[in-house]
């Protein structure tokens, strides 16, 4: 629910004048999220809404969307001709010089930057510094109630349970035929979802073998895709339950198709596990310790571990993504290698930790997901922690 006084003592804190939510034909979902705009609700003008830090907000509206801002507080100003619109402008940001707005300098953090270079250059004519407004986003966008964090855990619990089902099938069917398709035992994982009244935006990856070392590998069919005993097999999987406002779980682990692990498989996962929990460290030890925390602290912890293992190359992508109502959420990111993410690691998110190790002939990822309450303490969330890869036909 839209909270006007906690959004202003935010922008008091973060010692802001203002913030100015500029969208354009959805253009900026992040200031869509903030105001509560529907979805289905796609405007085809400019519309502006001002936050001052103290006082009633203002809004900028086109003569024919003139209520696209009506279930909000604060006066209208109507414009129709650009001149107007520029004006407009002006008068809403008058007498601020520090402005948050869906802005990152040299597009340092694209999550984040929504705002068009025109818009920026217009308000900047006017002697406001723009300043990002990722912090704020978070505080009102990224940031889970109760209600949210019960259905994370719930999803946990159905997320955690489709491993036993895909592996389980993976194992009859090898047994009984000699293999199994990656693409039937994803229309498992599908079929497990749906019976717990999951949702989910894509199907999960299930890569065997070189396909597991392509960290978005795409599901397919085909003789290559038959997984079969000493096969090693990597199964991602995300989903949410199937109501208004849920968010997601977000899991990845590991298998090898046989009685014992060979040892290649054991050791890459050592050292991937061994950064996931240097992660989960970091984060539990800095909010023990009440310092904040940003986003590519996080990263650089868990990727020291596989650098100084002598892998940091087969190591491509960021360790942890925000998580939401969408799988990668609009919250800080755990990364300092695409972004350097100064966001705040903050209370009541959450944010994946899936740190991998991707080679040639086999890759290992172990995904779990962390949440921070509004306590301050961090809930490692799907299940117990996978410490070794699962020897699957001693397992089932």
């Known amino acids: 629910m839209f909270d006007l006084a906690r959004i202003q003592h935010a922008l ?39 936050i001052p830090r103290e006082g009633q907000p203002r809004k900028l509206v086109h003569r024919i969307e003139s209520g696209v801002f009506d279930h909000l507080p604060g006066e209208a100003t109507v414009f129709l ?57 978070q505080s009102f966008e990224a940031t889970w ?19 036993e089902a895909a592996f389980g099938y993976i194992v009859e069917q090898v ?15 599908m079929q497990h979802f749906a019976d717990n009244r999951m949702t989910t935006y894509h199907p999960p990856i299930v890569g065997v073998g070189p396909h597991s070392g392509d960290p978005h590998y795409e599901t397919g069919t085909g003789e290559q895709t038959q997984i079969r005993e000493g096969d090693f097999v990597l199964v991602d999987l995300w989903a949410k339950m199937d109501r208004p406002r ?18 290649q498989y054991s050791r890459i996962f050592d050292i ?36 100084q293992a002598g892998y940091g190359e087969y190591f491509c992508h960021r360790t942890g993504h925000s998580i939401g109502q969408e799988v990668h959420g609009n919250g800080a990111n755990m990364d300092n290698l695409e972004t350097r993410e100064e966001r705040l690691v903050m209370r009541n998110t959450c944010f994946s930790v899936e740190p991998g190790i991707y080679l040639p002939e086999f890759g290992v990822r172990s995904e779990v997901d962390v949440f921070i309450d509004g306590d301050g303490n961090v809930h490692v969330t799907g299940g117990e922690l996978q410490t070794e890869v699962f020897p699957l036909l001693a397992m089932f």
């Open 246 to 263: 849920a968010v997601y779980s977000d899991l990845t682990r590991t298998g090898f198709v046989g009685t014992t692990v060979p040892e």
């Open 12 to 50: 008091a804190e973060q010692n802001l004048d203002g913030w100015l939510l500029y969208d354009f034909r959805g253009s900026n979902v992040l200031a869509r999220r903030v105001l509560e705009l529907p979805d289905d609700q796609m405007g085809s003008r400019r519309c502006l809404y001002f």
């Open 272 to 307: 991937v596990a061994a950064a996931r929990d240097a992660a989960i460290e970091c984060v539990k030890s800095a909010y023990a310790a009440g310092r904040s925390l940003q986003g590519w602290e996080v990263d650089d912890a868990c990727r020291a571990v596989i650098d």
């Open 81 to 137: 001709k650009w001149q107007e619109l520029e004006a407009g402008v002006e008068s809403l940001v008058s007498g601020c010089s520090r402005l948050g707005m869906e802005y990152s300098p040299r597009n340092a953090n694209p999550y984040i930057s929504r705002v068009d270079a025109g818009t920026v250059e217009l308000v900047r004519s006017f002697g406001c510094e723009i300043i990002p407004s990722g912090d704020l986003i």
């Open 145 to 163: 109630d109760a209600e949210q964090w019960a259905m994370h855990q719930e999803a946990a619990v159905h997320t955690n349970s489709a491993f």
């Open 175 to 189: 047994r009984s035929v000699g293999f199994a398709e990656e693409s039937a035992v994803s229309d498992v994982i």
